[in-house]
């Protein structure tokens, strides 16, 4: 009766996604996650232990709580010369922002909460709203390293923007839709990665340079410029910042598994239908990601501006193009696919 | 080169310039000289092949100041030798000709010795800034030997 | 109406992650450095005013402190000063532990400054196994003489105390370990195409400028300029034992790293030969030992850590002065002692290499990058407390 009635609500696409998974909490629990993650592989390869304690047998798991929880009570301090209003909600923004896309995300090939011809399209348009409040940040900040960190995020974003686009729009030719739910269900046969492996290396490298993943961590370069556009904030809009980038990562790697690793595909027949299997597959292929650029700190040291835009421009704009012609030999080719 | 070979090159180079030049074994020659033939002495050290000045040493001797200069090579057998060029100042006239422009090697150390001995270099393009004292320090050089180090806390008296 | 300012002025001041204790005023038109003034003197204090009111043993630690990481090479060459003005010279065996004490400080100095470097430009990996590897180093010279940093070993006449049993077993276990570090270092790190883009062709010091700004150091040989004081004027017991000078030829930062991280398998050369080598004898000079009480002499030879005489407490050294000089792991430190013939030295001069390479800071960053500047500091291997003494 009552709670039958709220779990059928709850349980609806156009509420579940958004709100719990691929959305809201399952976001914030990767968040906790791969934070605890980055640090313990960190670690690993550093001969060190890591996050240890508060209920060691877990191995310090819990150690993400309390930093939020400590977050939750700190005092943000707002330097007097700020610009106040900008400088309070642009943090909300962009963390709100940051995982907008996920609206548009399948997690089944029939449980989607917003189906449309332009999915694909939509999903990419929406990830590019979050730079514009980190430039916005600096500027709010009234802070010399602020400004040179929100000016280098500009910078970065004209250069991973255009190449971006261009692999998955690679993809969207070979499949000859923009659909993300037929997108998923044309790779039931064979994976996006092995018909047009370019653009899916392009793609990855630009998908964690757009996320400040090292070798790319550029607009917030701690040993240059403090912590770039998020110099001044502290307390939990600190905790807001530090999280957005993850939460972008996390949905981007959600529509490049979509387009890239099959979506939830290979699926045996009989559990089609059935969201959650079908979810987690999804949800796998991409937290493996957003681990990989979890482990790209360990290894790399993180490249000056300079050098990051002349790889956006120099090596994967004409790798994306490069890309699209792979996707209008292959179609011109014949290969094609079947709804 | 053994030391006094050395010894007699340098007086072979300075012998129009009035400098007393003495050998120390097992490797250093002094030179001493007063203040107006410091900048040719050093432009002929500086062709002789030495071509920089380790450090630069103000001492406070009470009526006179003294500047040490130790100079020596980095390459080939002068690297074994030291050269300390030593300059007397009268006190109440403590300026001495800077020697930034043959060997650019002396310019920290000068001015360090500038704020902590108050002996002013001419030509030195730092006089006045302060290094390592703090901004707005005003007082004696605090290398000199009337400046008495204040030790806090000590006194029991009460 | 007022002309655009296009110039930045950043104060990369001492409240910054990257900067140390000093502050670099940089002016930026850009990303591009027109100016950078170092403005140091943060940690300025006063070692040579302090050192005239001390006693002679007593400047030892002080002479020490500022350098951390390389404390033996102001140790060194104070006490060589003090024993030219003493007119004495320590017994062979005692010269054998200070060049093993010398080259173990060396290599842990090393592995300090390439770690910070590490993670000036990013690399968090770099930093941790460069100061995890550095624990084998302090725990060795922890066994040798008591202390894990500032160890106050070297004293006038000879070290403080002997090797202790198993001693050369030990380090011999910990240089093939560092040994077998270096490849996953390179593997990592070194051969990173990142760190190479980041530090090759960054701040070129060519090699007239290297000499006539006076640079000293790894700074030094990298711009391919073949000076050491253990070749130049060889101390201790260098003179007996084979090895190379490592210069190279760039002059860039990847050049100073490169030198660094070579100089350190010529020291584990210089450590096993020292082991091989040493001779038996006293550790202390002869007029020194003879003044220690008896009863303190048996619990000096059988323990092997020297006791005091009691002169050493109102030491006098003879009027006159003194130069000695040392390479310690950042470059060349110079001691330059004057005494009157009472128990603290009339003047005192300390030149570390630190302080001899500020004048790089100014003349290596003309025309870098923002973010070439930790990339160039880290290379330096400057440490703030050591210029300011």
């Known amino acids: 009766m009552q709670v039958q009635e709220i779990l059928n609500i709850l349980f609806e696409p156009y509420i579940f996604i958004p709100l719990v998974f691929p959305g809201l909490i399952a976001a914030f629990i990767v968040l906790l996650i791969i934070i605890w993650l980055e640090r313990k592989i960190a670690a690993k390869v550093q001969l060190r232990y890591g996050p240890l304690y508060i209920i060691k047998p877990l191995g310090g798991v819990i150690q993400t709580v309390a930093d939020l929880i400590r977050y939750l009570f700190q005092e943000p301090i707002i330097p007097k010369d700020v610009d106040k209003l900008a400088f309070l909600l642009t943090p909300v923004f962009l963390f709100g922002l940051a995982y907008l896309p996920v609206v548009v995300i399948p997690i089944g090939p029939s449980y989607y909460a917003f189906r449309s011809d332009l999915s694909l399209l939509i999903a990419l348009a929406l990830t590019t709203l979050a730079p514009i409040f980190t430039v916005l940040m600096g500027w709010a900040s009234n802070n010399k390293f602020s400004l040179i960190g929100s000016v280098r995020e500009g910078y970065l974003v004209i250069s991973y923007e255009i190449p971006i686009f261009l692999s998955a729009l690679s993809m969207a030719i070979l499949y000859g839709t923009l659909d993300l739910v037929e997108i998923a269900e044309a790779q039931r046969g064979i994976w996006g990665i092995f018909l047009n492996p370019v653009a899916a290396v392009n793609m990855l490298v630009l998908m964690y340079m757009s996320t400040s993943k090292f070798p790319f961590e550029i607009p917030e370069a701690e040993s240059e410029i403090v912590a770039g556009p998020y110099t001044e904030y502290g307390g939990i809009l600190y905790g807001l910042v530090m999280g957005a980038s993850y939460v972008k990562l996390y949905v981007l790697s959600l529509v490049y598994s979509i387009l890239f690793l099959g979506g939830w595909n290979p699926l045996p027949q009989s559990m089609i239908g059935n969201p959650f299997i079908s979810g987690s597959v999804l949800f796998i292929k991409s937290f493996i990601l957003v681990a990989f650029g979890a482990f790209l700190r360990a290894v790399y040291p993180r490249f000056r501006i300079d050098q990051a835009i002349g790889l956006g421009w120099r090596i994967s704009l004409p790798l994306s193009l490069i890309s699209i012609f792979i996707s209008l030999l292959l179609v011109m080719g014949g290969v094609r696919f079947v709804y | 080169m053994r030391i006094d070979e050395l010894k007699q090159k340098i007086e072979g180079e300075l012998r129009d310039l009035k400098a007393e030049i003495e050998a120390r074994d097992p490797n250093v020659v002094n030179i001493r000289a007063s203040r107006d033939d410091v900048i040719e002495i050093a432009r002929r050290l500086s062709s002789i092949g030495f071509d920089h000045v380790k450090a630069v040493t103000a001492v406070d001797r009470g009526d006179i100041f003294e500047v040490d200069y130790i100079i020596s090579s980095y390459l080939g057998d002068l690297s074994y030798y030291l050269v300390n060029l030593k300059i007397s100042l009268p006190r109440d006239d403590p300026r001495a000709p800077s020697l930034v422009e043959i060997w650019p090697s002396v310019l920290y150390q000068e001015h360090e010795e500038h704020e902590m001995m108050g002996i002013y270099f001419e030509g030195h393009p730092r006089m006045g800034r302060k290094l390592l004292l703090p901004e707005n320090y005003e007082g004696i050089p605090p290398l000199r030997k009337e400046f008495k180090i204040k030790t806090e806390g000590i006194d029991y008296g009460g | ?389």
């Open chain 3, 1 to 389: 109406m007022e002309a655009e300012e296009r110039e930045l002025e950043l104060l990369i001041g001492p409240q910054h992650p990257a900067s140390g204790h000093m502050r670099l005023i940089a002016k930026i038109d850009g990303d591009v450095v027109t100016e950078l003034r170092p403005d140091i003197g943060y940690v300025h204090r006063s070692v040579e005013k302090i050192a005239e009111t001390k006693k002679f043993l007593q400047i030892i630690p002080l002479v020490e402190r500022p350098s951390l990481p390389d404390t033996t090479a102001n140790n060194l060459a104070y006490v060589m000063a003090l024993e030219k003005l003493l007119g004495i010279e320590p017994p062979p065996r005692a010269r054998y532990l200070r060049t093993l004490l010398a080259e173990i400080t060396r290599i842990h100095s090393h592995l300090y400054g390439l770690g910070i470097h590490g993670v000036m430009i990013g690399s968090s990996t770099a930093y941790m196994w460069c100061f995890g590897d550095r624990e084998p180093f302090l725990q060795l010279a922890q066994e040798l003489t008591g202390a894990r940093l500032t160890y106050s070993y070297i004293i006038p006449g000879g070290v403080r105390r002997d090797m202790p049993k198993g001693f050369a077993d030990k380090v011999e276990k910990v240089l093939r370990y560092m040994e077998g570090r270096m490849k996953d270092y390179f593997d990592i790190y070194f051969n990173n195409p990142v760190t190479r883009a980041r530090l090759e062709g960054v701040g070129v010091l060519k090699r007239e400028d290297a000499i006539r700004l006076g640079a000293v150091g790894p700074n030094l040989r990298a711009s391919n300029v073949p000076y050491d004081v253990r070749k130049a004027e060889p101390y201790a017991a260098y003179p007996d034992v084979e090895f190379d000078v490592i210069t190279e030829k760039a002059g860039d930062s990847f050049a100073r790293v490169m030198v660094r991280v070579r100089e350190i398998g010529e020291s584990i050369k210089i450590i096993r030969q020292v082991l091989k080598r040493i001779p038996d004898g006293p550790i202390l000079h002869e007029n020194y030992e003879k003044l220690i009480p008896p009863k303190l002499k048996e619990q000096y030879k059988s323990t092997g850590i020297v006791k005091f005489p009691s002169l050493f407490a109102n030491l006098k050294a003879p009027e006159g002065e003194a130069i000695a000089r040392v390479e310690g792991g950042r470059g060349e430190v110079v001691f330059h002692i004057i005494s009157d013939g009472k128990t603290s030295p009339y003047r005192l001069r300390m030149v570390t290499p630190s302080f001899r390479n500020v004048v790089l800071f100014e003349h290596l960053t003309k025309g870098a990058r923002v973010a070439d500047i930790p990339a160039i500091y880290g290379s330096l291997d400057y440490f703030p407390p050591e210029a300011d003494r």
